[in-house]
Protein backbone atom coordinates (compact mmCIF):
# COMPACT_ATOMS: atom_id res chain seq x y z
CA UNK A 1 0.00 0.00 0.00
CA UNK A 2 2.23 2.54 1.44
CA UNK A 3 6.10 2.01 0.23
CA UNK A 4 9.12 4.38 0.71
CA UNK A 5 12.43 3.79 -0.83
CA UNK A 6 15.76 5.41 -0.18
CA UNK A 7 13.97 8.80 1.37
CA UNK A 8 15.86 11.56 1.90
CA UNK A 9 14.56 14.34 3.39
CA UNK A 10 15.14 17.40 6.09
CA UNK A 11 14.91 20.80 6.45
CA UNK A 12 16.62 23.22 4.48
CA UNK A 13 20.69 22.21 4.22
CA UNK A 14 19.97 20.16 7.49
CA UNK A 15 19.57 16.69 5.85
CA UNK A 16 17.41 14.62 8.87
CA UNK A 17 16.54 11.04 6.84
CA UNK A 18 19.56 9.83 4.84
CA UNK A 19 17.77 7.20 2.63
CA UNK A 20 15.43 5.49 4.70
CA UNK A 21 13.00 2.53 3.28
CA UNK A 22 10.21 1.01 4.68
CA UNK A 23 6.49 -0.25 3.99
CA UNK A 24 3.35 -0.52 5.20
CA UNK A 25 1.09 -3.43 3.69
CA UNK A 26 -2.65 -2.45 3.49
CA UNK A 27 -4.39 -3.55 6.22
CA UNK A 28 -1.89 -3.65 9.11
CA UNK A 29 -0.42 -1.48 11.35
CA UNK A 30 3.35 -0.66 11.45
CA UNK A 31 4.86 1.86 13.62
CA UNK A 32 8.14 3.71 13.27
CA UNK A 33 10.12 4.05 16.82
CA UNK A 34 13.28 5.95 17.99
CA UNK A 35 14.87 8.45 20.40
CA UNK A 36 14.21 12.02 19.74
CA UNK A 37 16.11 13.88 17.02
CA UNK A 38 15.36 10.81 14.79
CA UNK A 39 13.71 11.77 12.13
CA UNK A 40 10.28 10.09 13.03
CA UNK A 41 7.91 13.19 12.90
CA UNK A 42 10.15 14.20 9.49
CA UNK A 43 9.31 10.80 7.85
CA UNK A 44 6.15 11.51 8.66
CA UNK A 45 5.96 15.32 7.23
CA UNK A 46 7.59 14.11 4.12
CA UNK A 47 5.04 11.34 3.50
CA UNK A 48 1.97 14.08 3.67
CA UNK A 49 3.46 16.37 1.76
CA UNK A 50 4.43 18.85 4.80
CA UNK A 51 8.32 19.05 3.39
CA UNK A 52 9.09 18.03 -0.17
CA UNK A 53 11.59 14.96 -0.02
CA UNK A 54 14.94 15.33 -1.65
CA UNK A 55 15.64 12.44 -3.07
CA UNK A 56 13.94 8.99 -3.02
CA UNK A 57 10.35 8.02 -4.03
CA UNK A 58 6.97 7.68 -1.97
CA UNK A 59 4.12 5.62 -3.29
CA UNK A 60 0.83 4.81 -2.80
CA UNK A 61 -0.85 2.06 -4.61
CA UNK A 62 2.39 1.68 -6.82
CA UNK A 63 1.48 5.87 -7.39
CA UNK A 64 4.51 7.97 -6.71
CA UNK A 65 2.93 10.79 -4.31
CA UNK A 66 6.82 12.06 -3.42
CA UNK A 67 7.12 16.32 -3.90
CA UNK A 68 2.81 16.38 -4.53
CA UNK A 69 1.39 19.44 -2.02
CA UNK A 70 -0.16 18.13 0.83
CA UNK A 71 -3.38 18.71 -0.39
CA UNK A 72 -3.16 16.44 -2.99
CA UNK A 73 -1.47 13.62 -1.28
CA UNK A 74 -4.50 13.97 1.00
CA UNK A 75 -7.08 13.72 -2.02
CA UNK A 76 -4.92 10.32 -2.81
CA UNK A 77 -6.39 9.48 0.53
CA UNK A 78 -3.19 9.83 3.40
CA UNK A 79 -4.77 11.57 6.41
CA UNK A 80 -2.37 12.62 9.14
CA UNK A 81 -2.75 13.21 13.26
CA UNK A 82 0.09 15.41 13.65
CA UNK A 83 2.93 15.53 16.45
CA UNK A 84 1.03 18.43 18.99
CA UNK A 85 -2.63 17.78 17.89
CA UNK A 86 -2.77 21.04 16.23
CA UNK A 87 -6.80 21.22 16.37
CA UNK A 88 -8.70 24.46 15.42
CA UNK A 89 -9.60 25.88 18.81
CA UNK A 90 -12.02 28.66 17.84
CA UNK A 91 -14.07 26.54 16.20
CA UNK A 92 -16.48 23.27 17.50
CA UNK A 93 -15.66 19.59 17.60
CA UNK A 94 -18.18 19.55 15.01
CA UNK A 95 -16.88 21.71 12.87
CA UNK A 96 -12.96 20.37 13.42
CA UNK A 97 -14.77 17.03 12.29
CA UNK A 98 -16.31 18.53 9.04
CA UNK A 99 -12.83 20.08 8.23
CA UNK A 100 -10.86 16.13 8.03
CA UNK A 101 -14.27 15.75 5.42
CA UNK A 102 -13.42 18.85 3.24
CA UNK A 103 -11.84 16.83 0.47
CA UNK A 104 -14.70 14.64 0.64
CA UNK A 105 -17.31 17.90 0.43
CA UNK A 106 -15.11 20.06 -2.00
CA UNK A 107 -14.81 16.99 -4.62
CA UNK A 108 -11.01 15.81 -4.55
CA UNK A 109 -12.44 12.62 -2.80
CA UNK A 110 -15.92 10.45 -2.92
CA UNK A 111 -17.97 12.33 -0.44
CA UNK A 112 -20.03 9.09 1.19
CA UNK A 113 -22.22 9.36 3.65
CA UNK A 114 -20.45 12.51 6.03
CA UNK A 115 -23.05 13.02 8.25
CA UNK A 116 -22.80 8.97 9.57
CA UNK A 117 -19.31 8.99 9.60
CA UNK A 118 -19.35 12.41 12.01
CA UNK A 119 -21.66 9.84 13.91
CA UNK A 120 -19.19 6.91 14.00
CA UNK A 121 -16.28 8.94 15.66
CA UNK A 122 -18.65 9.84 18.15
CA UNK A 123 -19.21 6.26 18.76
CA UNK A 124 -15.74 5.38 18.49
CA UNK A 125 -14.50 8.63 20.87
CA UNK A 126 -17.55 8.95 23.18
CA UNK A 127 -15.97 11.97 24.81
CA UNK A 128 -15.96 14.19 21.38
CA UNK A 129 -19.97 13.21 20.91
CA UNK A 130 -20.93 14.70 24.33
CA UNK A 131 -18.74 17.89 23.21
CA UNK A 132 -19.83 18.02 19.84
CA UNK A 133 -20.18 21.82 20.06
CA UNK A 134 -17.63 23.23 22.34
CA UNK A 135 -14.60 25.03 21.71
CA UNK A 136 -11.66 22.75 20.64
CA UNK A 137 -9.67 25.04 22.49
CA UNK A 138 -10.83 24.46 25.57
CA UNK A 139 -10.76 20.51 25.56
CA UNK A 140 -8.16 18.49 27.58
CA UNK A 141 -5.34 17.23 26.18
CA UNK A 142 -6.19 13.89 25.70
CA UNK A 143 -9.99 15.31 24.21
CA UNK A 144 -7.97 17.16 21.56
CA UNK A 145 -5.70 14.02 20.45
CA UNK A 146 -9.01 11.84 20.30
CA UNK A 147 -10.37 15.14 18.43
CA UNK A 148 -7.14 14.80 16.16
CA UNK A 149 -7.29 11.31 15.27
CA UNK A 150 -10.81 11.43 14.34
CA UNK A 151 -10.45 14.48 12.05
CA UNK A 152 -7.64 12.53 10.10
CA UNK A 153 -10.28 9.38 9.73
CA UNK A 154 -13.15 11.70 8.40
CA UNK A 155 -10.91 11.59 5.58
CA UNK A 156 -11.56 8.01 5.14
CA UNK A 157 -8.34 7.22 4.25
CA UNK A 158 -6.11 4.69 2.26
CA UNK A 159 -3.04 5.48 4.90
CA UNK A 160 -3.48 6.67 8.33
CA UNK A 161 -0.52 8.54 9.92
CA UNK A 162 -0.55 9.00 13.50
CA UNK A 163 2.34 11.19 15.17
CA UNK A 164 3.35 10.79 18.80
CA UNK A 165 -0.65 10.14 20.04
CA UNK A 166 0.60 9.60 23.45
CA UNK A 167 2.53 12.72 23.97
CA UNK A 168 2.15 14.65 26.83
CA UNK A 169 -1.35 12.71 27.98
CA UNK A 170 -1.44 11.34 31.50
CA UNK A 171 -1.10 7.22 31.89
CA UNK A 172 -5.00 6.50 31.76
CA UNK A 173 -5.33 8.54 28.83
CA UNK A 174 -2.63 6.89 26.94
CA UNK A 175 -4.55 3.79 27.89
CA UNK A 176 -7.49 5.14 26.29
CA UNK A 177 -5.70 5.85 23.11
CA UNK A 178 -3.92 3.28 22.82
CA UNK A 179 -7.01 1.10 23.17
CA UNK A 180 -8.69 3.14 20.40
CA UNK A 181 -5.73 2.17 18.23
CA UNK A 182 -6.04 -1.15 18.66
CA UNK A 183 -10.19 -0.97 17.58
CA UNK A 184 -8.24 0.58 14.25
CA UNK A 185 -6.38 -2.10 13.82
CA UNK A 186 -9.13 -4.93 14.15
CA UNK A 187 -10.98 -2.86 11.92
CA UNK A 188 -7.83 -3.63 9.63
CA UNK A 189 -6.92 0.61 8.89
CA UNK A 190 -3.83 0.71 6.98
CA UNK A 191 -1.65 2.66 10.03
CA UNK A 192 2.08 4.14 10.03
CA UNK A 193 2.22 5.09 13.86
CA UNK A 194 5.23 7.08 15.04
CA UNK A 195 5.49 6.49 19.16
CA UNK A 196 7.70 7.29 21.71
CA UNK A 197 6.36 4.94 24.19
CA UNK A 198 7.70 2.48 22.06
CA UNK A 199 6.51 -1.07 24.33
CA UNK A 200 3.11 0.29 23.26
CA UNK A 201 3.50 0.87 20.13
CA UNK A 202 5.16 -3.04 19.49
CA UNK A 203 2.73 -4.21 21.24
CA UNK A 204 -0.43 -3.04 18.86
CA UNK A 205 1.87 -2.95 15.71
CA UNK A 206 2.39 -5.77 13.32
CA UNK A 207 5.82 -4.53 12.07
CA UNK A 208 8.38 -2.23 12.98
CA UNK A 209 11.22 -0.05 11.69
CA UNK A 210 13.80 1.16 14.97
CA UNK A 211 14.99 4.82 13.20
CA UNK A 212 18.54 6.21 14.58
CA UNK A 213 20.18 8.55 13.10
CA UNK A 214 18.20 9.09 10.21
CA UNK A 215 18.68 5.80 9.08
CA UNK A 216 16.77 2.42 10.01
CA UNK A 217 18.41 0.31 12.19
CA UNK A 218 16.25 -2.33 12.80
CA UNK A 219 13.28 -3.97 11.60
CA UNK A 220 11.06 -7.05 11.72
CA UNK A 221 7.99 -8.31 13.36
CA UNK A 222 6.62 -6.43 16.44
CA UNK A 223 7.11 -9.10 18.91
CA UNK A 224 10.45 -10.02 17.36
CA UNK A 225 11.64 -6.29 17.84
CA UNK A 226 10.37 -6.05 21.59
CA UNK A 227 12.66 -9.37 22.21
CA UNK A 228 15.74 -7.91 20.41
CA UNK A 229 18.35 -7.02 23.38
CA UNK A 230 19.13 -4.32 21.82
CA UNK A 231 16.11 -2.55 21.46
CA UNK A 232 14.83 -3.65 25.02
CA UNK A 233 17.73 -2.04 26.11
CA UNK A 234 17.90 1.04 24.37
CA UNK A 235 14.00 1.74 24.34
CA UNK A 236 11.82 -0.67 26.62
CA UNK A 237 13.82 -0.33 29.78
CA UNK A 238 14.54 -2.89 32.22
CA UNK A 239 11.01 -3.05 33.30
CA UNK A 240 9.63 -4.10 29.98
Same mark, same amino acid.
Request: hydrophobic share 40%; glycine share 16%.
Given at each position: MLDVQDLVAGYGKVEVLHGISLKVPEGQLVTLI? #?? !? /? !????????? #????APQSGRISLGGKAIGGLASHEITR???AHSPEGRRVFPSLPVVDNLLLG??????? !???? !???KGDIDKMFTLFPRLGERRD??????SGGEQQMLAMARALMLEPEVLLLDEPSMGLAPRLVEDVFRTIERLKAARMTTLLVEQFA????DVADY????????? /???????????????? /? /???GAAH
Open positions: G #SN !G /A !GKTTTLRAI #SGMIHGIAFPRLSG !GRKR !GDVQLAGTLAAALGYVLENGRI /AREGPAVTLKNDPAVR /A /AYL
